[in-house]
């Protein structure tokens, strides 16, 4: 019996976006869960340049029984023209979707794209193998499908246990063609209730994998050569103890030259001085807080579930013991004011960490930031305008909305201020580590602190020439300063 042969398509993005192609878990996880169930399957992953057009021929060229697609609520027109293209030179096969685009949708995705067969929200992995295996569409968790002129969503029935999902090899995947490190995924969900995120619609269950089963694919790459590991996660620290016996599972290894980052960002309130320490020993370096706001007010009205003083102590703990430390603040939030947003500018300046962002809020469809500016008519521009350019619209000096407590005005001096505020924060942990330099350390600080520079090296980065090269330059200097 012929196997069938299944394509998975990460869709073009601008290189604004993602100016280093990074490994994709999810994919990862769809491709290992279709091979141990004897599919035949082939990744083609635009962020390596693929266009629309070439997408599409490379479809109609390898004939698949499945092509399913994973979306992020970012450039929806061209998943839209990618799934019309395919199903014109492809008409028999079966097209399906998922991602966060699709949990959030949900049946709108079947509306907004004809040419879709099926959607399939949370959880895909076991939704994906039963509906190619011919399972009653009515018995598959979280399936999107029609019925008549009717859509039915399925509930979605959550693995509870993690470790029954085998976790990516990665076989079906160009590896030798990303940017650095391994991503790793210990944990789904997020319990959390604010007002911006889409894990609200998404996936509020908080699961995880065993400490062991974590240690066992970081060990697997580890043996492949890999020493940098990211955690691709909101909440890596939300039970500690489990953050404690990965941590000396870890060391118990012995794992020489191990680096691990939770750059996504840790819940400052799910940390303390003994597990940092925990962490900092099994090769921790780089770690994140969503800091969001320094004013308890605007973290109540978030819904954030933290307290400005929690974020305060976490941040001093993380910088006393040596890690860097990145903070993500958002400007935006509804009442929030010019004095609120000073308590955060303050902030970011007030430890020595080695980065900090503000990024301007940005309402995601079906969240209760979305209704809210919908229903008091606050748009400045409209989603299918945002949500279609060629940058995150996070990233840009122009708000999508303004509030009656923050006018378009004051939100670009706030972004523009939150630019100035990264570059001295830049320079200064660049000063810092070329200090032996004497004149040429502050100037190489100077510099590379620069937006310009910054953008200009990220245009390069999306060159696979200069990723080889130069790229592998940076790269060391980068272990430098870790080490």
């Known amino acids: 019996m012929t ?5 998975l398509i990460n869709p073009p993005y601008s290189w604004r976006v993602f100016p280093i192609p990074v490994i994709l878990p999810g994919l990862g996880y769809l491709s290992e869960t279709l091979r141990t169930n004897g599919f035949n399957v082939t990744i083609i992953d635009a962020q390596f ?22 979306f992020i609520s970012f450039k929806p027109i ?25 949990s959030s949708l949900r049946e709108n995705i079947l509306i907004e ?40 969503v399925n509930n979605a029935t959550l693995e509870a246990d993690l470790d ?16 650095y490190g391994m991503c790793i995924v210990t ?24 400490a062991k089963s974590v240690v066992e694919e970081i060990k697997y790459w580890y043996d492949k050569g890999y020493r940098e590991f990211g955690l691709q996660e909101d909440n890596p620290t939300f039970i500690k103890e489990r953050m404690h016996e990965i941590c000396q599972r870890i060391i118990d290894l012995k794992l020489v030259g191990l680096v691990l980052q939770a750059g996504n960002g840790l819940r400052a309130e799910k940390i303390d001085s003994e597990l940092l320490d925990h962490m900092y020993e099994a090769g921790f370096r780089r770690i994140a807080f969503g800091i969001e706001s320094a004013s308890n007010k605007v973290l109540k009205a978030m819904r954030k579930g933290l307290t400005f003083e929690q974020s305060d102590n976490a941040v001093r703990l993380a910088c006393e013991k040596g890690f860097f430390v990145s903070l993500f603040f958002l400007i935006g939030t509804p009442g929030e004011n010019w004095n609120d947003l000073e308590e955060s500018f303050d902030f970011a300046l007030k430890y020595p960490v080695s980065d900090v962002s503000f990024y301007n809020l940005v309402p995601m469809p079906n969240t209760e930031l979305w209704d809210y500016v919908e229903k008091n008519n606050l748009w400045l521009r409209k989603p299918e305008e945002y949500l279609n350019c060629d940058q995150f619209p996070m990233q840009s000096l122009d708000p999508v909305y ?19 505020i990264r570059a001295e924060v830049t320079r200064r942990v660049i000063a810092l580590k ?27 980065l999306s060159k696979p020439w200069y990723r080889d090269t130069v790229g592998l330059i940076r790269k060391r200097i980068r272990a430098s300063f870790y080490n």
């Open 113 to 152: 794209m004809e040419g879709l067969d099926y959607g399939v929200i949370l959880d895909g992995e076991q939704s994906l193998v039963d509906l190619i295996n011919g399972m009653e569409e009515s018995e598959i968790s979280g399936l999107i499908y029609r019925k008549g002129k009717e859509i039915v």
């Open 164 to 179: 029954k999902i085998p976790w990516p090899k990665y076989e079906d995947f160009e590896l030798d063609r990303y940017g």
């Open 434 to 460: 070329f200090k032996k330099l004497i004149i040429l350390g502050p100037a190489i600080a100077w510099i590379y602190s620069r937006p310009k520079v910054r953008k200009m090296e990220n245009a390069l």
């Open 49 to 70: 340049g693929h266009t629309l057009e070439d997408i599409v021929e490379q479809v109609k060229k390898i004939n698949p029984d499945v092509v399913a697609f994973s």
């Open 3 to 7: 196997k069938k042969r299944i394509i």
């Open 402 to 420: 303004e509030t009656p407590e923050l006018s378009k005005k004051e939100r670009i001096r706030a972004s523009k201020k939150g630019q100035v």
């Open 187 to 210: 944990s789904r969900g997020c319990p959390y209730r604010c007002i911006y995120c889409s894990c609200n619609v998404i996936g509020k269950k908080f699961r995880t994998r065993s």
């Open 78 to 102: 061209s998943h839209k023209k990618l799934v019309a293209g395919i199903r014109e030179v492809m008409p028999k096969a079966l097209l399906v979707a998922g991602g966060p685009h699709v």
